[in-house]
């Protein structure tokens, strides 16, 4: 294998509290070379960050692949400490004779390319030895899943058992679908779409104006004006509109309606409601963890998805899937909603029926509803794939 430890000097400018290479976060690091990038040009010695759970069998025929959403991380399972900013976010699923049971299975969870937890991001140096801020390329998700194919390259996995994610994990792992067939033998979807709507890009848009519109944005190029000097009013803005679309109304209704925050009056008082000190909370906790740059690189990710460009449509995409499919989506998710995940359920040849798991949560349920995702996991790694079933 020829992935290395290295210290890495690209960090979340926010904190500083998280250390990329930190030995006591578990993270493993991969040059992986240079990226040629979807819409042109070249993204030059590229490094990827994971995290990884078991062993890979000698013949590397045991790997799952899982993949992380907007603000997430390799950080699938375990504590938040030192190097991981968040607590795990599947925490459970991984583990000895749990659904992802690591006496047989080698998962692999890396941190997206464009983001802020050790891969090659906004934050990173250039060839120059400085940030890259506003000189960072355009990505799409076919970049990025181009970079986790060079790290499964790197790591000597040629096909994935399954590859698994939620919302902006599940466009790259239907993408990994779509562009290797081969190397995916099962895929699990959840809450995520074949193609950005208009309404997902429309809710984008003025998150992406928060950030930049705030006068420390400086057109992305913030990282040399000292700590806490970044644009993180804007990004909290744009994480306290995201939020609300991540939870349903009737969640927010139910749970916080028109309580006042406790000690605080909202009626001329000056103080606010309890829902606005909720998302105040959501959208502090990010600026503390979560670089401005990388969630305007992912976030345009995200609107510039669709399987269906340049290969005749969503359709003509979706059944270029050989895997073995499981589609999920939340009942109560008004952001990506059912029907999105329907639609993918029905384009692919070999997918069980959608499942919609009942949740109050909104989209934020793939996080949530821990145990009916483990549920769907376990009926999926159940059934043989289609390289299992030729090879009896
Ligand atoms: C695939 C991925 O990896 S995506 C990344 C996952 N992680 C994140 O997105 C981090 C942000 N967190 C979240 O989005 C959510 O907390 C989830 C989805 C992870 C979990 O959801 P839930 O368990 O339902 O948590 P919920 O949204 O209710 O938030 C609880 C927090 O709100 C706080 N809170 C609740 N009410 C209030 C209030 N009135 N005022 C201030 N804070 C409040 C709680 O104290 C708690 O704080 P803590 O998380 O710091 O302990
Ligand atoms: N809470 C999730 C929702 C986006 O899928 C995140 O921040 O990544």
Redesign the pocket.
Known sequence: MSTQEVSVPAVPPASGAWRAGDPRGGRRFAQIGDISLERGGVLENVQMSYETWGTLSPTGDNAVLVL??????S??VGEAGPGHP?AG??NGLIGPGRELDTDRWFVVAPNVLGGCQGSTGPSSPAPDGRPYGSRFPYLTVRDQVAAERALADQLGIRSWGLVV?????GMRALEWAVMEPDRVERLYVLASTAAATGDQIAWCSPQLMAIRSDANFRGGDYYDAGPGRGPHAGLGVARRIA?TT??SEAELNL??GR?P??GENPLGGGGRF??E??L???AT??THRFDANSYLVLSQTMNAHDVGRGRGGVAAALGRVTARTAIAAISSDRLYTPEQSAEIAAGIPDCAPLRVIDSP?GH?G???EIERVGEILTELLGEPAQAELAAR
């Open positions: 992380h959403a907007l603000t997430g991380d950080h699938v968040t976010w599947w994610g939620g919302s902006m994990g939020h991540y939870r749970r916080f309580l925050q406790q309890a829902v000190s909720y105040d909370h959501h906790k990010l949560y934020d793939f996080l949530v």
